[in-house]
């Protein structure tokens, strides 16, 4: 909503106060604002007369006039194809500035003197939607009682200034000048006068002409009044440039006479053409697929929820939103049927959405005062008598449901206190409501009377607000609430996730987060359609459509993108949902990691870790060992993931349930030698792990012994390391692979592994023999269950 | 004899100072103190001496023995010495080669923020709670006193996934869904961080996923005065202890009053500058009192109880905090940009 000051000062006296001063208490009364300006921004402007006018002998379009000025006869050169001896003008003096920050310097021009500029009300700085072709073609020509000498602004009244509000979406009744005036009125505590509106009902009695029915609930209030005879042409100065200052072009004194009244009242108005029109108006829902021409000349199919005025027959008019082309006021038009109506904010907003936000619909959105809406439609009658020479029938047309008495609440000062954490007294708290414009009566506290132009303000709090608000909460002063003590806790999952992310960053991973809406195609990777999916009514784009199912191909494209930006090593990690339909919707938190290039070492030494499969199973483990899920987790080889190289892809089973995989991305899928791993928190998070306990430490000796088996190269470690454990028992304290060879004194199919065992009896030192034991029935368990040899026997 | 002591003397101090190795050195041990040494041989004449003799003679010739052997030592060690620093030299080593590389990851700038902002609540009593990120239009507008068709709702234009399930466009529904759950309707202090969604396209400003941080207090007297403390408190804590914050009425649905928080600029100390647009201050939250309407909803007795709720965005917080002027780059996830968050704050 833009204020101009010129209008505003109609209802309130504020000419001593300045502009910015304005705005700026405006702001921490609630209302913010974009921009503060002057209407025009130009200086030393003057209405001249043009004396004499002739062709300049070396151009073929420029002039040189003699204007006077009052005071003074300059010599202008003058391009405008229109100008012309005898013509009332603008003239920019020489060191006058136009918008632009352009000063008019004395010049010559095709060797010509000249002393200043004429202007168009494009040079004027004017808005282009406000421009009329001519505007655009040519000089702005005055009319001829334009008193010469005379500053030219304030001749257009063009001296105005502007402040553009962004209000928030309570506040409807600011969408008005004079429900600007109340709360300028609150903030400096200075009286609004509204002036007396004076119709004079020359006309017949409207009931002659028409009938007005309403069928529909979604309109609370419907007035009609009938203008006669109005004479159609251009608005007085003022009006226009109100217009203008508050953002709507003036077409002419009628249609501006309808905007006026709804920037003045911020009550939305419709003038139909009365002949056009007809006798019966009956404002109803609409038919689906019922059809009407607005006037914008579009064919619009109409939907049930949309309101609509028809002629009884069929739609003249899309309620609160748009009017009909067939009884639109035209420049032949000569007697007017004015509408003033209240209608459903919710199906405005339904019906605009999908056709139009108008000036009109946008307050109908927001809501209107129903106290208005009568003298709205008085002023508008008021208003075509004065400057369209019409005559007001007598009587009105009136359909009203609405409830209209002021809103009482029941308040204390405790309370306004209480909420405010302020110790305001009866005297403050009393003096803000009467600025308000509100009134009390004190009993037990107050009884607030808000009038119904405050259509926010209907309960304690919102009044509180108001309290606050124009009291100034810089006075606050900040406090701690008075609660008790306690610790804060980080639900399960909360801490889980930052363990676990801690942990990453410890192995070297840096965090990333990407976008949760994917493209039809990374949906597709790495899950097989065994969960429905989520998806967007309305996506931005393709590319962000459906709610992913696994977080890696997203961290594919966080590879692709770093990769094309020369980032050679890439090693990441996300937390995130993933999320399926099921029956009620489904979120599960996953971590997943990608891993890429060289992960740590120094290449000049020669010794740099290349990422692979085993790089990321140290990882998982590393993870696994840390969430004490030691002795209870496997990796087990896994041909069946989608998107994963067959070979080269482990799933992890914690208790024989699966929790998540990791391995080599597919060749098709990524040509390049990408790993990636992805685990399920939710999963993970339900084992059970048990408590932090130390044990003893061993106080005696352990026994290290080595051994090798050939087998063949499609044979598992695991067999045998499982085979090892079983016969160690609890005396094998470790067992772990120091070499893994294949070549020269092995055969093609074959591979030698060997381990490195530790024996450690907790109780005791343990002797030869005991080892010795164990370590023959391990080699012969070993033997004799997979059929493979000791190396070297 | 003590002419031949003497002579034995000056003999080895000036064979000692001839000799250049170790080798050297054991020949002459050998020369003077071996089986046959010129000193061991002085014993020789111990026979031919009478016992008193014998008594002078033992004292000068453990003398020269000992002085011998001091003396050998001495070159001894001098020659170890000179050993080692040789080798040392050769291990010598180009300090200035680079370090092996330990990669340690690091945290995204986004979770820094949320870290830093949920222990500054924990440490206040605050539990940090979660919620859906696919929520029902219920929790993330009705019960928030938006009801379907209310103009407020523009502001959040949201991804719907049926008419009645939507991405949640704030925290909020946190909010509504710690209410409706604590079934003894008791004080609640918490906050919620999560990701939320909004219609927008993304630009250097906008991002159609973002994340928010929503915090709620809900007990028997609680004030606006508590509000403004509290968040001072935070303001404080990231962005520097000088700083103070300012309120200034706005419009939430859920609150009433609501308030929009500015904190004075950490740039210029309110001054002006560009990064507050020359006005001092910079807006970095909105808060209020929970809306009566949204206590009733969640079954919390708006006579007894209030409460007040504020949402801070994560990504402001860290684009003002480190100089982040595009937000597109918390999701390009570019390593350059990550590492420039891996290490400590410093400052204060």
Known sequence: MRLSKKFVSDYIDINDIDMSELAEKMVFAGNEYEEMRPFCEATGLVIGEVKEC??????????????????????????????????????SKVGATLPGGIVIKKATLAGTESNGMICSLAELGLESKFLKEEDKAGIHELPDDAPVGADALEYLDFDDTVIDFELTADRADLMNIIGMAYEIGAIYDRPVHIPEIRVKEQGDDINNYHKLDVA???????????????????????????????GIRPINNVVDISNYVMLEYGQPLHFFDADRLKDHILVRMAEDSETLTTLDGQHRILKSSDIVITNGNEPVALAGVMGGLSTEVENDTKNIFVEAAIFDPVHIRYTSKSILRSEASSRYEKGIDPNRTELAILRACELLEKYASGTTCKGMLVYDQAKKEDKTISITLEKINQVLGMTLSETIVEDIIRRLGFTYTK????????????????????????????????????????VPMKRGRYSKKATMMKEIRRRLEGLGLYQVITYSLVSEQECNL?????????????????????????????????????????????????????????????????????????????????????????????????????????????????????????????????DNEEVGYFGRVHPKTNKKDVYVFEISLDRLMMKKVRTLKYKEISKYPSVHKDLAFIMPKSMESEQVMTILRKVGGRLLTEIDVFDVYEGENVKEDEKSIAYALTFQNATKTLNDEEVTEIFNEMIHEVESKLHIQLRNK | ???????????????????????????????????????????????????????????????????????????????????????????????????????????????????????????????????????????????????????????????????????????????????????????????????????????????????????????????LADLKGTLEILAKRLFGEDREIRFRPSFFPFTEPSIEVDVSCFKCGGAGCSICKETGWIEILGSGMVHPNVLKGCGYDPEKYTGFAFGIGPERVAMLKYGITDIRNFYTNDIRFLQDFNRVEGGE
């Open chain 1, 443 to 482: 009993k037990d506290g107050y009884e607030v009377t808000v009038p119904t132009r405050r259509l926010d303000v209907n309960i304690k709090e919102d009044l509180i607000e108001e309290i606050g608000r124009i009291y100034g909460y810089d006075h606050v002063v900040g406090t701690l609430p008075v």
């Open chain 1, 216 to 246: 529909t609930e979604n309109c609370s209030i419907y007035l009609g009044k009938r203008v006669e005879n109005v004479e159609i042409h251009e608005s007085p100065q003022w009006m226009k440039e109100r217009l203008m200052a508050c």
């Open chain 1, 54 to 91: 002739i062709d300049h002998p070396n151009s073929d379009h420029l002039h040189i006039c003699q204007v006077d000025l009052g005071e003074e006869t300059v010599q202008i050169v003058c391009g405008a194809p229109n100008v012309r001896a005898g013509l009332k003008v603008i003239v």
């Open chain 2, 1 to 223: 004899m003590q002419e031949k002591i003497q002579e034995i003397k000056e003999q080895l101090q000036s064979k000692v100072k001839e000799i250049t190795t170790l080798n050297d050195l054991n020949d002459l041990r050998v020369e003077f103190l071996g089986k046959k040494g010129s000193i061991t041989e002085l014993s020789n004449y111990m026979r031919e001496l009478s016992n008193e003799e014998k008594k002078e003679f033992g004292n000068l010739f453990n003398a020269i023995k000992n002085e011998a052997n001091d003396l050998l030592n001495a070159k001894k060690e001098e020659f170890e010495l000179e050993e080692l620093q040789k080798k040392l030299n050769e291990e010598t080593i180009d300090v200035t080669l680079p370090g092996t590389k330990l990669t340690v990851g690091g945290t995204h700038p986004l979770t820094k923020v949320i870290d830093e902002i949920e222990e500054i609540f924990v440490s206040m009593g605050y539990d940090v709670v979660e919620g859906p990120e696919i929520e029902q239009d219920l929790y993330n507008f009705e019960k928030l006193n938006l009801p379907k068709g209310h103009p407020a709702r523009d502001a959040q234009d949201s991804f719907y996934i049926t008419e009645e399930m939507l991405l949640r466009s704030q925290t909020s529904p946190v909010q509504a869904r710690t209410m409706d759950a604590n079934t003894e309707k008791s004080p609640i202090r918490v906050i919620c961080p999560g990701k939320v969604y909004r219609r927008d396209d993304d630009d250097a400003t906008h991002s159609h996923q973002f994340t928010q941080i929503e915090g709620l207090v809900v007990d028997k007297d609680i004030s």
């Open chain 1, 526 to 654: 790495f899950v097989n359609q065994e969960h429905e999916r989520v998806e967007v009514l309305a996506p931005l784009s393709e590319d962000k459509k459906i709610m992913r199912q696994t977080l890696i191909p997203s961290l594919l494209t966080v590879l692709d993108y770093n990769l094309s930006h020369n980032n050679k090593d890439i090693q990441i990690f996300e937390t995130g949902s993933v999320y399926y339909k099921e029956e009620d919707y489904k979120e599960e938190t996953m971590v997943s990691g990608l891993l890429f290039g060289n992960y740590m070492g120094n290449t000049w030494q020669g010794n740099v870790l290349k990422v692979d499969f085993y790089t990321v199973k140290g990882i998982i483990e590393n993870i696994l060992q840390y969430f004490g899920l030691n002795g209870r987790y496997r990796i087990v080889a896994d041909e069946t993931k989608k998107d994963m190289h067959p070979k080269m892809t482990a799933s992890i089973l914690v």
